[in-house]
Each structure stands twice: as structure tokens, then as C-alpha cells.
């Protein structure tokens, strides 16, 4: 049995039939992280939505633990935990009221889940007191990943749970996902970082509210047909400009303090553009052929 | 049941917390009573009132006592001529005069009938009307104290009799009409906002995937606003009793059941508003536009809905708070019993289940 | 050594008994892309509105553009732009009325919104849509087109709040081209952001935390400064010593 399994997944909105989500089909092993990775708008949201029991779909079918989307929403409701994308507690409670809220609204305690929520609620703690509203972003985000967590679903939704947060706080935030993995729990998170998808056991690339690709991460790296190069000098701006130029280079786009490259010809040595850019006047360059990253993955698979 | 507690726990907390709404709840009852019973109260008290009294015995004396311990008067000053009377009058701050002819007292002893003659500055004709009401009741029980078999010694005498509210006070009028309009802000307003407001934070996306039923979610929402309200109807109704001398006429626990069942309405109206938007101030808007307003105008209380042309006339009637207002007009002053309310109760029994049975049908178990 | 046109010395806010920005100083050159990153809470928003002259500093001093951020707060307002995440344009409008509206409000005249709003359109390959309400378009391209319009009245300085948060990693790139092409014209760019592989394409940065300015220099320095691979770390070393959660 999957944990999730979404088959032909559509959903459609408005008088102008936009379509968000587009027959998507993928599925979730137990005990599996696995990872909507996609820009804002690609359709994530709806997705989780609908699996959460909160829309119906326009096409398509799915299950969760098992259980039929539509039919068995009751059922479902019970065994899920789904952090919103949006910040989704009340503002106006203290932290322990917010956490004892949605124990008993889940029909359950703190005290009897406690182990689960243990290791990220000792760094609640001493703001138990505080309003929620009052919170640092990764503050926040742990305590609806608490509260989410209470009632030990068997299926975890996250909808964006890092976003707006910041890279220390995101960290911190994966490390507790990999815990809570090793609990039993299947989670299916979404996030428009492409950083933290190598931090899943399996993702699905989305754009446009169709999957581009789906596999493990280093599969997708490893599916990435062309020569990857990635090449430094000073003014990256012109350097780029250049390069695009360059009839042997298929792509070439800025990647952190370096400008990744990718060239037409599978065994092409990169000296040929090195010698092509020295003739443009570039000097002090450098280039090493790489490994590429899900974010070079996905920049090919949108092109 | 704990988790229905758990959830009226939490709205409690909402409402402490926050100042404004604290005070829109707690604050605008007693403000509203204030505002009506003391500024915009269209009785007259402690008026100035000028004396000329050409008698100087007994009996006139003895009246002049009584307007003054009547709370409506002021004995301002006591004159010696009309043109005196005159001259005051045109200082501006006198509206009434008492002109008491010199045989006053002989007249009533010896022949039971007297004359008095009462000046009014007319420039505002509803006070002077008004003032000259207090004038005759009060001179009337002092023809009633002292002279039984005497006529009245004005020689026209409108033979009016102040029903149930002997005392002329405005009071009567508006505490049901405030009662009525708190707690439509209250029930109407307040539900809607603090049930959009989970929509709009998400939490009430988190609420709907959790095993709580969906329709228990709305009504533990609704709930605390239901106490909240009968704490406000019991505030109301002291500040009415000890603070404007507003005894309540009829059974007490009526009044309550009446209240329960018009807060229902209204939180069955804030559902349906609820349920058919998603932001909270468009929640607000249509609360206090489509509900606060036709609820003020068509109430009764402020016009009269008898003045209004029919097709008016015909839209009060589906206005809750005009038969909430009839109901608690009839049980607080008249002393009415249920029989005597049973078409009002039965529309409003009416209006909210119809109001109900949409709400629930509209609400959805799903987001959109 | 080029004009200065960011100077701002112990600047400091205070909120009651909270220094929510605590004596931060530093300087950028005109044509400079200045990437000033932190924490959520490290005081990043409130340093911004304070060199946009939407709110006054408690102590030091500043100026922007040439301008005194005590005094001259209106004249700074005509010489920035500013674009955010959260807010960029109305979607109830369409692109050609986003553009009329913020050429208006910064004063330009109809042939100058006419041949401007032409130029934007041709440039952003908008035609199509020209007519259409923004909430129709993909949120990169609204992104790319809130740009546009932040540097519509050809402002000195141009304040970039997180402006590619969820914006796809094609698009964030074409959105950093624009960028540098703004930057070689001689706008100055002064950007927040979260993603640390955008830290490296800014000229110059520095790291809040707490209030203060913890880092400042060149992504190069930086990490050499604090011998880290990538500005990921450096990032990482700096915060963690955070004591302020908000």
C-alpha cells in the first residue's frame, strides 16, 4: 500500500478553466520523504489541497493511507497532518495554547504524543508563554509542524513549510524531517527551493501544474545528458553574455559565484571555449566540469 | 465534548485578548444606554421654570412645592409682573411660566374650580408640549391630594393617559431597541468576522482536515457568542432597572427566551455571511450595510414603520430585529405574555430556520 | 573612487527598549548591486524603510541619494524605487494601466509614460498581454514586469525586498539579468534575498544579525574571511550565533 497515490490528478479553476494541476500522477512509498519541488504557481498548493481532503478534484483519483480521496474523507482526516502553506496558527495564543488546542481538536494530548514532538518542542519551550504571533519565522514554522504533528498522523502533508524562512532556520527544519522519517511517518512536502530537494528520498519536479520529471534525486542528476561546466573569471555579467554567444554552448546561466555551462557536443573538451573567450579579451578564467544539481536539472528541464 | 469545550476555551481567549473587540462587546451596550438614556432622551428634566404668583396663600404655595419636588421643574425665579415674564423670556433660557391668579386658593376652596395660566416659549413647540404634559399630571395629583371634588383649574384639559409608561420617560423605547441592535453587532458581526478570520489565516484549513465534524467547527465558533450576548442582555437590562428606573414588567425568564431564540437568528445570519465570503472586511461590510442598517431603520425604533410607504412597510417584515423589538417591547413594558407574542415568535422561528437550513446548506466541507 | 550614493553611519532604531537596528554603517557606490542579507528578525526591513524615508531613524545618520533620511525623506521617495514580494502591482489592472498608474504617480508625462510603456513592453516581449490584467500572468513574468515599473521613472537606487522569492530557477536568473543590465546603465541595486547562490552575483554584501552589521565585503572576501566553500556557510556560521528570535 502507498501512502499516497495520486493517478491523473486534475484540477481546474474559474470561468476561464485555468488549469493548476494537469494529470498528475505520482506515489509515495511508507515511510517515504518525498518532495514537490516548483516555483510558486506551479501548482503544489492545489495538489496538496486536494489530497488533504479540501477540494475535489476535476479529474483524476488519489488515496491517502489507502484511502479513497473523495469517498473516505472522514477517514482520511483522521490519519493526516497537513501544515497549510500559509501561517497557520492563532496568533493571539500563547505557543502551549496553540499546541493544546489542536491536541484536543485531533482528540488527543500532549502528554500522550509527546515523544513525537519531543525534540522540537524542547526549542519551544522556553516561549511557551509567548504568542505565536510573536515568533521568528523558523520559531513559527516549528510550532505548526508541532501542532500538525500531535495527533501522530500516519501521512504527513507540508505545503511550503520553509519558505520565507531563513537558510539557518530551513536547515534546522529538514534536519527535524529526517527525525521524524525515521519515525514511520510518510511525508510529502513542497518547497520552491531547489536546494532542499536533494534532501528527499524521491521528488517530483513541477512546473505549470505538470510533473517534468520524477525519480530519486541522484537519478534525475544522473538522467542529465549534457557536458556541465562550470566556469569563473571576473564580471560575470559580460562573461555570460559571451559565453551565450559562443556557438559550442548550448546554455550558459550565473550559479552562485560561478557561470554554469552547458555544451552541445557530449565529449567536447571545454578548451575550445576558453580559447574563444581569451580571444574576447577574458582572461584570469577557470573551468571544471561538474556534477550538476536538481537546480541544473531543472533549469534544463524548462527550457 | 472536551474538544467542543477546548474550542469555546479558545474563542474566549480571542475575545479577551483583543482590545477592540473587548470593547465593542462590553463597551457599546453601556455607551448605547448612556447615549440614549441621557443625551439623546427626549424628556425634560430639571426644566427652569418662572413663577408669578398673584395669590401668596396656602393652597398655591403648597402647589408650587409640588413641581418643585417633581424632578421636572426648577423654580428659577419668582416675579412680580407679566413684563417681567417677558423679559426673562427673551434672556432665552426660560420655557415655561406659571401665571397663578390672586383668589387661587379661595377659588378652590369656596367654588372646586380654579384658573391657571401657563406660558410657553414655543420657538421648540415639542418641549413646550412636553413641559405643559408635566405641568397638568402634576397639578392634577395635587387637585387629587388635596381637593378630590375639585375640576381642573385649566380650563382645557386633554384628556390623555400616559399607557404604561405614566412617566413620559423615553427610556421604554429605546432599551429594546438598543438591546436589539447590540445584539445584532454582536451575533451578526462578530461571528462572521472571527469565522472569515480563520479562513483568511489558514486555520481554518487545518480545522477542516481534522476529525472534528465541519459543521461543529461552525457552531463551537458560534457558541461563545451566544454567552457573550445573554451577558450583554443581562447588563443592558441592570443598567435599564438601576440606572434609568426601567422595572421590567413581565416574566423575566420570557425576556431571556425570547433573546435566546433572536440570537440565534443572528448567529445563523453571521454563519451564512461567513459562509459566503472570504474576507473579513468584506464580512464586516455586508454585516453592518445589509444587517445594522435596514435593523436601525426598520426596527420601529428610531421611525415609526406605520409613517413608511407600503412597499417599506412590507421589506420590515422580513427584518428580524422588528419582531425581536415588538417582543421585548411587549414583555418589558406591557408585561405581555407569550400568547400575546406568539405571531412574532413564530415568525422569528420562521426567519431562522430558513436561515439555518441555507447556512448549512452552503457551507462546505471543502475549501471553495 | 566613485560617488557614494548610500552613506549611512551608526544608524540605529529603536522600538522602546529594542534596538531593532543597532548603530549599522556602511556606503555604496553609484551603479553598485549591494546584496544585504539576515535572518528573519535581524533587523533587514527595518534598516529599508528607514534609507526609504518611510521611517525615521532614532540615532546616527544616513543618506540616500544625496539626501538626509531625517529631513529629506520626500525627495528620497522621487529618486528610489522599490519593489517587494508582497507588493509590486494591483492584478486588477492590466499591465499597459500598472504602468500609466506608476509613471503618474512619479510624474511623468503622457508622451514619456507612452514611449516608456512601448520600450517596456517590447523589451519584456509583453505584447499579447499588454491588455490583459496582471493576475492573468505567470508570476515570473509579473515579477520581471514589477521590475520594469520600480525602475519606470529611471531612479539612482532601487530597493529589491526578496524580489525572487518562489519565482522559478529559470526566471530568477532572466530577473538577474535584468538586474545587471540596470546596474551597467548605473542604477544603483540594494537586495535582500534568502537564496545564498544570489548573495554571489551582488558586487558587495553584508550580513545583519542582531541589528548589526556582523560581515560586509565581497562574496569572494567573505569567504575567505570565514573559510567557507560557499556563502551558504558563511551565512550559516554568522547566524547560528544569533541570540535574537524575535
Same mark, same amino acid.
Given at each position: ?141 516549528? !510550532?505548526?509542524?508541532?501542532? +500538525? &504533528? #500531535?495527533?501522530?498522523?500516519?501521512? $504527513?502533508?507540508? /505545503?511550503? =513549510?520553509?519558505?520565507? @524562512? ?32 536533494? !534532501?528527499?528520498?524521491?521528488? +517530483? &519536479? #513541477?512546473?505549470?501544474?505538470?510533473? $517534468?520529471?520524477? /525519480?530519486? =534525486?541522484?537519478?534525475? @542528476? ?39 555551462? #552547458? ?7 571545454? /578548451? ?32 | ?368 | ?246
Amino acid at each position: 500500500m502507498f501512502a499516497v497515490e495520486a493517478k491523473e490528478l486534475s484540477k481546474v479553476y474559474g470561468k476561464e478553466k485555468t488549469i493548476a494541476v494537469d494529470a498528475v500522477s505520482f506515489s509515495v512509498k511508507q515511510g517515504e520523504l518525498f518532495g514537490l519541488i516548483g516555483p510558486d504557481g506551479a501548482g503544489k498548493s492545489s495538489i496538496f489541497r486536494m489530497l488533504t481532503t479540501l477540494l475535489l478534484p476535476d479529474g483524476g483519483e488519489a488515496s491517502v493511507a489507502g484511502l479513497d480521496i473523495i469517498k473516505d474523507y472522514k477517514e482520511i482526516r483522521k490519519r493526516l497532518g497537513y501544515m497549510p502553506g500559509k501561517f497557520s496558527l492563532y496568533a493571539d495564543l500563547t505557543v502551549e495554547e496553540n499546541l493544546n488546542f489542536f491536541a484536543t481538536v485531533f482528540g488527543t494530548t500532549i502528554e500522550e504524543n509527546y515523544h513525537l514532538i519531543k525534540d522540537i518542542y524542547v526549542q519551544l519551550e522556553p516561549f511557551k508563554n509567548r504568542r505565536a504571533g510573536k515568533l521568528s519565522g523558523g520559531m513559527k514554522q516549528k !510550532l505548526a509542524l508541532c501542532c +500538525a &504533528l #500531535i495527533h501522530k498522523p500516519e501521512v $504527513l502533508f507540508l /505545503d511550503e =513549510p520553509t519558505t520565507g @524562512v531563513d537558510p539557518v532556520s530551513r536547515k534546522e527544519f529538514w534536519e527535524m524531517l529526517k527525525r521524524l522519517k525515521l519515525q514511520g511517518i510518510s511525508i510529502l512536502v513542497s518547497t520552491p527551493y531547489m536546494d532542499e530537494a536533494a !534532501l528527499c528520498d524521491k521528488i +517530483a &519536479l #513541477i512546473q505549470g501544474g505538470k510533473i $517534468l520529471s520524477i /525519480d530519486t =534525486p541522484s537519478a534525475i @542528476v544522473e538522467a542529465f545528458p549534457s557536458n556541465l561546466f562550470a566556469l569563473k573569471g571576473p564580471s560575470m555579467y559580460t562573461l555570460l553574455q559571451a559565453t551565450n554567444n559562443c556557438p559550442m554552448v548550448e546554455h550558459a546561466y550565473a550559479f552562485g559565484e560561478y557561470a554554469h555551462v #552547458i555544451l552541445r557536443e557530449k565529449e567536447q573538451s571545454p /578548451d575550445a571555449l576558453l580559447a574563444y573567450l581569451v580571444e574576447k579579451d577574458f582572461t584570469a578564467l577557470e573551468i571544471k566540469r561538474i556534477v550538476p544539481s536538481i537546480e541544473d536539472c531543472f533549469i534544463r528541464l524548462l527550457r | 465534548m472536551k474538544q467542543f469545550l477546548s474550542f469555546v476555551r479558545k474563542e474566549f481567549y480571542h475575545v479577551l485578548r483583543d482590545r477592540k473587540t473587548l470593547f465593542i462587546l462590553f463597551g457599546m451596550p453601556v455607551v448605547q444606554i448612556l447615549i440614549f438614556g441621557f443625551a439623546l432622551s427626549n424628556e425634560v428634566k430639571n426644566s427652569k421654570l418662572l413663577v408669578f404668583n398673584q395669590a401668596q396663600d396656602e393652597a398655591s404655595a403648597k402647589l408650587i412645592n409640588e413641581l418643585e419636588v417633581s424632578n421636572y421643574f426648577e423654580i428659577e425665579k419668582v416675579v412680580g409682573s407679566y413684563s417681567e415674564i417677558h423679559q426673562t423670556f427673551k434672556q432665552g433660557d426660560i420655557r415655561l411660566a406659571l401665571v397663578i391668579p390672586a383668589n387661587f386658593g379661595s377659588d378652590l376652596a369656596h367654588q372646586n374650580k380654579a384658573s391657571l395660566q401657563l406660558i410657553n416659549d414655543a420657538s421648540d413647540p415639542n418641549t413646550a408640549t412636553t413641559l405643559n404634559n408635566y405641568v397638568n399630571i402634576i397639578v392634577q395629583d395635587f387637585l387629587a391630594q388635596n381637593y378630590p371634588s375639585a375640576k381642573s383649574p385649566i380650563a382645557i384639559l386633554p384628556q390623555t393617559r400616559m399607557l404604561y409608561n405614566p412617566q413620559l420617560q423615553g427610556a421604554p423605547n429605546f432599551v429594546p431597541g438598543v438591546m436589539a441592535m447590540i445584539l445584532m453587532l454582536i451575533c451578526v458581526m462578530m461571528t462572521a468576522v472571527s469565522i472569515v478570520r480563520e479562513k483568511e489565516n489558514g486555520t481554518m484549513e487545518v480545522l477542516l482536515v481534522s476529525p472534528f465534524k465541519p459543521i461543529l467547527v461552525i457552531l463551537s465558533k458560534a457558541f461563545p457568542y451566544l454567552l457573550l450576548s445573554l451577558v450583554n442582555v443581562t447588563s443592558i437590562l441592570l443598567l435599564s432597572v438601576y440606572l434609568l428606573d426601567l422595572p421590567i414588567q413581565g416574566n423575566i425568564f420570557m425576556l431571556y427566551a425570547v433573546s435566546t431564540l433572536f440570537i440565534i437568528t443572528c448567529l445563523s445570519i453571521g454563519i451564512l455571511i461567513s459562509v459566503l465570503t472570504n474576507s473579513q472586511q468584506v464580512a464586516m461590510l455586508i454585516s453592518l450595510m445589509g444587517m445594522m442598517l435596514p435593523a436601525l431603520l426598520f426596527s420601529g425604533f428610531m421611525f415609526p414603520i406605520e409613517n413608511m410607504p407600503l412597499p417599506l412597510q412590507v421589506i420590515s417584515n422580513i427584518v428580524p430585529s422588528k419582531w425581536y423589538y415588538i417582543m421585548v417591547k411587549g414583555i418589558m413594558i406591557k408585561g405581555l405574555g407569550i400568547s400575546s407574542l406568539l405571531k412574532e415568535t413564530g415568525v422569528l422561528v420562521f426567519i431562522t430556520t430558513v436561515v439555518l437550513i441555507i447556512s448549512i446548506k452552503k457551507f462546505k466541507i471543502r475549501l471553495a | 573612487m566613485k560617488e557614494q550614493v548610500i552613506i549611512a553611519d551608526k544608524l540605529s532604531k529603536r522600538f522602546g527598549q529594542f534596538m531593532a537596528t543597532n548603530q549599522i554603517s556602511f556606503s555604496v557606490s553609484a551603479g553598485e548591486i549591494f546584496g544585504f542579507l539576515g535572518a528573519n528578525g535581524a533587523g533587514k526591513t527595518t534598516a529599508m524603510r528607514m534609507l526609504c524615508g518611510l521611517s525615521i531613524p532614532s540615532e546616527g545618520s544616513a543618506s540616500v541619494a544625496g539626501f538626509d533620511v531625517y529631513t529629506q525623506t520626500e525627495e528620497i521617495k522621487k529618486n528610489i524605487g522599490y519593489m517587494s514580494q508582497r507588493f509590486s502591482l494591483y492584478e486588477d489592472l492590466t499591465v499597459l494601466e500598472n504602468i500609466r498608474f506608476f509613471g503618474g504617480i512619479y510624474g511623468l508625462s503622457d508622451l514619456q509614460i507612452k514611449e516608456k510603456s512601448d520600450a517596456l513592453i517590447q523589451q519584456l516581449g509583453l505584447e499579447k498581454e499588454a491588455k490583459k490584467l496582471v493576475a492573468a500572468l505567470p508570476l515570473g513574468w509579473r515579477q520581471k514586469l514589477s521590475f520594469s515599473v520600480a525602475i519606470l521613472h529611471d531612479p539612482k537606487i532601487v530597493f529589491l525586498d526578496e524580489p525572487t522569492g518562489g519565482v522559478d530557477p529559470l526566471t530568477r536568473r532572466q530577473f538577474w539579468d535584468m538586474i545587471y543590465a540596470a546596474a551597467d546603465r548605473g542604477v544603483t541595486i540594494f537586495v535582500t534575498t534568502h537564496y545564498m547562490d544570489e548573495a554571489e552575483y551582488c558586487d558587495r554584501i553584508s550580513i545583519m544579525v542582531d541589528g548589526k552589521i556582523d560581515a560586509m565585503g565581497t562574496p569572494a572576501e567573505l569567504k575567505k574571511q570565514f573559510d567557507a566553500q560557499n556563502m551558504d556557510e558563511v551565512f550559516y556560521q554568522l547566524a547560528r550565533g544569533a541570540k535574537r528570535k524575535e
